[in-house]
Structures are given as structure tokens and as C-alpha cells.
DNA sequence: ATGAAAGCGCTAACAG
DNA sequence: CTGTTAGCGCTTTCAT
């Protein structure tokens, strides 16, 4: 546990015969260094064993070579899916990753705050977290390039997005259900009205409206319940939906984890599905692949994967368009869906 | 995207009338320094809106203030919530944290190697990742605090570690299915020899083997079967295991992913769970819940938590003794195990 | 209690 | 092509 001190590109310099300038150079594969010389240097840098100090690096670049994602929850699958391409597209790029979890609303004050600036990172992406406008100054002025993955604001279309479109997916998603033939749909999702109003489920809410507009189905009130976020919130919302003396044949749920709910609730009640009631979720994460779950595809690796992509262009020229991507979600049809008895 | 200059230390300095080093003395809590200079460079860093650059600070101070994960696979959920552990021990501490996923061993290569390093890191959490001989030499002499989580190797005991006991677990799980009065008892788990050498799965295998031994049941090597990771992989090694003459009443998975497998390939087989073969798993992670997976339960978050922990003690005091922890699974009855018919 | 000055290890502008 | 020099912005002796 030793202070045997680290190797400095002087050590280097000596070891050489030549100057720390020339050093630099070398290292960093400028065209304006004898190659010669250039071996000689390499050579003794990996007799040395020497690596250049970050820190020493990135004071004199004034450059940080790191990319912050700033994200919510980060242990749900859909979120941890799309982190993952996130951190394979950086995988190989000079950029170290820094991720800084949200799960309360401190979390993002900290996050927004200390996270996005110029000295502490070259480039954040925000995944999945609603920008509420309080928070606009801070993100139009950090001076660091942001890139939006599953998120957006309208007052931040200068920055480059990748989203999925929630209202097409909600409409295809209740569309399908009618397509079976059902007319008596429930909705179950995520309540509007938390710290970080979180929108998905309200846009899928706003795609089911659509899609039953369009078929002349009424709105029944009655068909719609918000809960917080998961299994056990879901399920009992189902159970009070499935005990209406008119229950609906048919649940659309605005996650996966929330539709494996709606089917526990089911069992509960002796609902059989689909027999009884056809359950689809959205996300196709693992979980819907092993539930036989009928579900909205989202590509979410993809999406974290071009986001960080589009992240590093910007970052090697300032110049470029912000790309704005919107992916589509597909419907997946397993064994939770069939026309109503 | 303007380059407004960045507010420094000396501009704080000017606007308070002192010196650089008395701001600096100042939002360090040094004591010397008197009370009112002290507010009123305060209120100046306010009005600035000053923040002290990191990568100066890191460099002046000659510590990185960041601490490494090094983690294979980060979106498999035990390894998930093993991070959010971690996450959460560090979020309201100073350091960042770099997360460096490994998926290849040339990313393994790429972690011991740049990783590891003081100038990057001022300290790291290896997270159940085997950890091969040749390693050794860079772990030891990295010149920083590392601390193993879910990992272990004979050679480091000097480190703090946090694992749990996968033979004790292994044999609770199979003792478990003796004692319901299984005698026909397979094993499902990872393939041993890869290039990572996972040893988890093994050591499960043997604490399996001992339990057979005490109950005095054969070893039968046609009810040993290893695969890829993974769901599709356990499920095909399930429907094989079934299919022997004499297949086995109870299979004991190496985990849960791997046991959700086997319950996929008895369903192919038109075998009833629990009533003609008993499951049970390892980690209960959520899928285990849902699926009513009996399960071998470890304390996933808590690892990743008190890895983290630890390693900000080692940091705070490098002459504290190492903490090596081992955390016990616990057996947790659902509903895919029962006597055998 | 405060200021001056040196230095962390690197890069880059300037000379030659 | 290479050496010299001046920072990057902060911390930390050393004086006073």
C-alpha cells in the first residue's frame, strides 16, 4: 500500500532525451513528431509502464471526457434495457459514463443541478424523466450538449430526441382489442399527478381514447384506474375493476409490469384469460416473453444505443442537426389476447 | 452555445477582496478562517453562482474522487439490484461512480487494466465477477482499495468482501427437496467452463452433492446438466432431464432465470408443477414472485450496499481491517415444490 | 487569519 | 520537427 510514486510524462521526458512537449505529441498522435523519435518515446512509455494522468488531462483540455445519463429508477427492466445500449454505444469511445439514479425528486434537483455542468461532464443524456419547466434555464443553459431519450419537451426541440410515440402505441394497443371484437376496455396505469408526472401512461391513456373515439365506444369512466407504479398496485386495481357489476372484457395496462398485475388480479378473481379477459401490456420486456404476455414492442436497447450515438456526434461536431428520432412501437401477440366469450 | 467563461476561485476572490487561497480555505470548512471573511465569500460564491472545478480540484488534491464498479452483464436483475445497493450507498456521498460492464473478456481485460488505475479511480467494487489467477498481479498492486462483492479469490484476503456461501446454499436448497421426499433430484445450472469461469453455479452444484451424500442418494450424473445462461438453454436441459427413463421428481436450478426455464420445459412436457416435479431457484429476484418460484433468497441490494459502505470506510481510514462478510441465503417456499406423487 | 507562491501533470501556443 | 513556456483552476505550504 505503497507511495511509490506514479510515472510522469517528465519521467518519460528524461528517460527519452527529449521534452515532455515532444511527449505529448507523440502520445497523441500528432503528425508533428519524427518517427523516430515517436518509437523511441513509445518504447520507453511502455518500458515505464506510463499512463497519463486524467485528471492532469482533462484540466489542461478543459474537457472532461465523461457523459453523465441522468435517469430514474434504473433497476426497472424497460430502464436497465435501455441503459445497457447506452453503455454499449459508449463502450469503446474515450468517454467514461457516469450514472446518476433518481428516485426522488431531491435526487433530480441534484441531478439537474450538480450533474449538468460544463466541469463535471461534456454531455448528458436524460432517459425517461419528465422535464418539468422549472428545470428549463438549467437545461437550456447548462452548455453541455443534451441528448433526450424516452423524454421531450417542447421547449427543447433544439436538442437532439430519441422517443417512442405513446399515443400511436396506446391507439395500435386498444385497436387490437377491438380488431378482437371486444367494446368493454379497461385502462389501468400509472397515476398522473406524482413529483415527476411521468407521461407514458397518460399519452397510451390518450391512444386508448383515441382508438375508442374512432370505434364509437363510449368512455366509461368506471373502465379507467391510476395507481403508483407496480405488480401489487396494479392487481388490486384489476380486482376492483373485474368486480364491477359491468366488468370489461378486455385491460390495456401501460407497462408489462403493471398488465403481470392486471393477470395476478385476474387469477385472483377466477377471471380467466383470455377466455374471460384479454390482457395486454406494453414494453416487451422479458417478462411478457415468459408470461405468454401480448404486448407493445418498444426497442429499447435501440433506443438508449442511438441516443448515446447521436451524444457522440454532437459532441465531435458541434455543428451537426440534433437527429430526432421517433420509434415505433409494434404490437407483439402472445396468449393474453382473444375476442371476448 | 456561447463560451461564457466559467466562474473561478480567483473571481470569487477579487469580488470578496481576499485571496484565492482564503476562498478556497473558506468552502473548505478549514478553521482558519474568521467567521465574517468567511460569509461574506459565501455570499459571493453565492451571487457568482461559483462552483469549484472537479477536474482542478482532483488534480490539486491528487485524489480522483470516484469509485469503479467493475460488473459482468449489469442488466441480468440480481446484478441490477446488487447496483442499485451500491448506488444508493454512494449517492450521498461525494463520489461518482463509473460503471464499467463486462461482457467480453476483452472488456474484463480493459477493466483490470485502465480501470484500475489511481489516477482514475480512488477506489473499486468487483461485483460477481471470478477473478482468474493471471489477474492477480494488477488487483494487488492496483495501489487502490478494492472491495469484492459476490467474488472471491484464496490470494485476496486482504480485501474486504462481501459474498454469499453458494455450497450452504446449494444444500439448503436440496435438502429442502429431501426432505419432502424427493430421491430423484436433478441439477440444472452454468456451463463451468467459460471464459469467465462463473464459480456460483458450481459451488451450488456442490453443496447440492453434499446434501445427496448425507441423505445417502446416488449421484447421478445423467441428472447433471450445464448450459449457456439462460432461459431458452435451461428449458431445452429441462425437457432432455425429462425425457430419461427415469426422469428425476425434483430439478434444483442454479437460478431463478434458469428455474423459470425449467418450468417452460415441463410445460412442453405436459409435466405438472409442483404436482410431478418439484422447482426451485436461486436469487429471487421479482420473476421468482410472480412465478410463485420457491427459491433460495439472497440479500442482493444489501451486498451491493454493504460492499459499498465498506469500501468508503477503507477510504475514510485506510488502516481499517478489512470487513469480509458472508451473507446467508434463505430458503423461500412458494409454490413449485411439493412431495413427490 | 490572510496573502503569496509553488505545484498537481498535462497540453498547446510560440519560437526556433 | 522539437524545446520552452505559460497556463488549466484548485490546494497547500510558507511567510507574515
Known sequence: VGGKRAVTIRDVARQAGVSPGTVSRAINNSPLVNEETRERILRVVRELNYVPNLAARRLSIGRTLTIAVIVPFFTRPSVSVR????????????YDLLIHNIDTPEQRDAGFQEVLRKDRIDGALIVSLPIPDQYLPQLTGANVPIVLIDTSHPALN??????????????????????????????????????????????RYRGYCAALQAAHLPLRPEYYAEGDHGRPQAREMARTMLSLPEPPTAILAASDTQAVGVLEGARDMGVDVPGALSVIGYDDIEIADIMGLTTMRQRLFESGRLGAKSLLTVLNDPETTPTQQVLHAELVERDTTAPPS
Open 158 to 203: 433544439a436538442f437532439p430526441w430519441i422517443t417512442g410515440d405513446d399515443v400511436a402505441g396506446g391507439r395500435t394497443a386498444t385497436e387490437h382489442l377491438v380488431q378482437l371484437g371486444h367494446t368493454r376496455i379497461g385502462y389501468i396505469g400509472d397515476i398522473v399527478d406524482t413529483p415527476f408526472h411521468f407521461v407514458s401512461s397518460c399519452d
Open 83 to 94: 441503459l445497457n445500449g447506452v453503455v454499449s454505444a459508449l463502450s469503446d469511445s474515450q
